[in-house]
């Protein structure tokens, strides 16, 4: 198991890495490319009469369409992107402000003992991750228990697995036409525990049994009904062979999606700067068409990024609170 | 399993915030004590210390919340606990929901025991197998 999960913990976090740096050039050359194309001037664009004011429509022929529907999707993706990222920022700085430091772990100060009443250790953190470790974690565990968890955490901060997995989730969501990424990226969470279990048992001086029952001890005292150890880690620890393939068929999509869409885009600009004769809507001559699409972006943006969303999401919490409530 | 089979009985008794927190384990450490026994063994210990209002305030959220009992003697009421606290940490443990993590499933952190997958019978022998493995 070792050496085998090693070799794909690289593997697939090099590969989601590449993955995502071609998309997100990608989204960027679309979107960039549309812009290049377009030379604004108001003879090119139409006129048309709605209800007695008049309005004009860009005139754009059938690569500058294509052009603008990539560029449409590169903007998409880095737009979620972005809110993924911010998100998680704010998420992640939530958790610290909510989690109670108790006392930095005696014998270990670069982990922090927090108030929880379930037995927790995780890693937090992206440029300067942190182990965190629940009181109740330290009174549950024998010391070799604990020093086998907190081997396995030391290895997630060493390898900053936060900041990993905060990446491949992000781009896995915000390159949807990428569609290996969010297998990579599932992988990856998977894979990152495998090789920080072969952490703990290395640490334990190559014994199993210290992990294995401190792993018990977690989910057991989970949360009911939550998930928890995959059975893959066990397997792991049994010393078998990890079963687990790249999903090639997922994969050749993917790179065919890329390298068709980054073909396209390089087509088409050429065809687009050759006839230049199109504007894109928001560039329109008309002043007030402007207007309209900026006071529509904003009403989107302000409903994604905003209070309503906030809001929604709260009434979601609220509801399911009551739910259980109403059921006991 | 089913969400209907969470052990939500209502019972789960409320968080401790920073400062009952610390007042709830002098309690527990003395078992019954009273208002003004809490802030001397508090207020040796901490940095700035606190008014006898001030706990007085706390130790009756805590009893009004039900994880204290008082009984009055003379003019001194007396507070002790309604559970140990092995037992409110399992209650508390039940009632999982309110866990900082938990509620925070979306951040992006390596937790040990929170995949996506649950470990089935068989898995879990062979794990208790290689935990008695000493």
Not at chain 1, 265 to 274: Q, R, T, V, Y
Not at chain 2, 98 to 119: N, W, Y
Request: contains cysteine; positive net charge; glycine residues 6%.
């Amino acid at each position: 198991m070792p050496a085998n999960s090693r070799l794909s913990h690289r593997h697939v976090f090099t590969l989601a890495l590449a993955l995502g740096i071609g998309g997100l050039l990608l989204a960027t050359a679309a979107v960039t490319t549309a812009i290049a194309s377009v030379h604004h001037g108001s003879t090119d664009s139409r006129p048309v009469l709605v209800a007695g004011i008049h309005f004009t429509y860009p005139n754009l022929n059938f690569a500058a369409a294509l052009l603008l529907a990539l560029a449409t999707t590169g903007a998409t993706s880095i737009i979620l992107g972005l809110r993924g990222s911010w998100r998680q920022l704010g998420s992640y700085r939530s958790l610290v402000d909510q989690i109670r430091v108790v006392e930095p772990l005696d014998k270990d100060p670069r982990v922090t003992v927090i108030a929880d009443p379930l037995p927790q250790a995780f890693c937090a953190g992206y440029l300067h991750p942190r182990v965190y470790v629940s009181r109740r974690t330290v009174e549950l565990l024998t010391k070799a228990e604990l020093d086998a968890v907190l081997a396995h955490e030391h290895h997630h901060r060493r390898v900053r697995d936060p900041l990993r997995l905060a990446y491949a989730r992000i781009l896995s969501r915000a390159l949807f036409f990428v569609p290996v990424l969010r297998s990579l990226s599932e992988r990856y969470a998977e894979v990152a525990e495998l090789s920080a279990d072969h952490a703990a048992v290395r640490a334990s001086a190559g014994e199993v049994a210290p992990l294995a029952s401190a792993l018990l001890a977690f989910d057991e005292s989970g949360p009911p009904g939550a998930k928890g150890i995959s059975p893959e880690r066990v397997d792991a620890l049994l010393g078998e062979p990890i079963d687990w393939r790249l999903p090639s068929l997922r994969l050749a999509a993917s790179l065919g999606l890329l390298s068709g869409m980054g073909t396209l885009i390089w087509l088409i600009s050429g065809a687009a700067s050759a006839h230049a004769t199109f504007n894109l809507p928001i560039l329109s001559s008309q002043p007030c068409v402007i207007v309209l699409m900026t006071m529509v972006l904003l009403v989107v943006g302000v409903c994604i990024f905003g209070r309503p969303a906030r809001r929604f999401e709260a009434f979601g919490t609220q509801l399911r609170r009551r739910i259980i409530d109403a059921r006991s | 399993m089913c969400p209907d089979s969470l052990d939500i009985d209502g019972q789960t008794p409320p968080p401790l915030h920073e400062l009952e927190e610390e007042v709830m384990e002098e309690i527990w450490r003395r078992h019954e004590v009273s208002v003004r026994e809490v802030m001397k063994a508090l207020n040796v210990r901490a940095s700035k210390a606190r008014a006898y209002t001030t706990y007085m305030t706390i130790m009756a959220r805590l009893d009004s919340k039900g994880l204290l009992e008082r009984r009055r003697e003379g003019k001194t009421d007396f507070y002790r606990p309604v559970y140990t606290r092995d037992r409110y940490t399992d209650l508390r443990a039940l009632g999982a929901i309110e866990s900082v993590v938990d509620q925070f499933g979306e951040v992006a952190l390596a937790h040990i025991a929170r995949q996506m997958a649950q470990l089935d019978p068989e898995h879990r022998r062979s794990l208790q197998r290689l935990a008695r493995k000493q």
